[in-house]
């Protein structure tokens, strides 16, 4: 069992940075990607950004890619989602979820989820 909480999310304007934490408890993140999500009001939940468990591979969705950033520390149990140049259409609730494969993009693979970070964007 994994238990994920993340942690980072608030208000803030347009062009401005935040960085969200996924902080892992139960067991360790070591053979697990670990991706983040988002679903904004109205919208289905959509795919953010995802880390192999090795911290070698990351994959990016396009409205996002040059702006955010994921990385692990492993040690600390610990994955970060640095947001830049943030944009309106960014806010939603941000959630971390661990996968049970080395990397993917796709929602159905994942089988452990947080609770979810708030993140507003205003104009």
């Known amino acids: 069992q994994v238990q994920l909480v993340e942690s980072g999310g608030g208000l803030v304007q347009a062009g401005g940075s935040l960085r969200l934490s996924c902080a892992a408890s139960g067991r360790t993140f070591s053979r697990y990607a670990t991706g983040w999500f988002r679903q904004a009001p109205g919208k289905e939940r959509e795919f953010v950004a995802v880390?192999?468990?090795?911290?070698?591979?990351?994959i990016y969705a396009d409205s996002v890619k040059g702006r955010f950033t994921i990385s692990r520390d492993s040690p600390k149990n610990t994955v970060y989602l640095q947001m830049n140049s943030l944009k309106p259409e960014d806010t939603a609730l941000y959630y971390c979820a661990t996968s049970d494969y080395y990397i993917s993009d796709s929602e159905a693979k994942y089988n452990y989820w947080g609770q979810g970070t708030q993140v507003t964007v205003s104009s």
């Open positions: 880390i192999s468990w090795s911290a070698l591979t990351t």
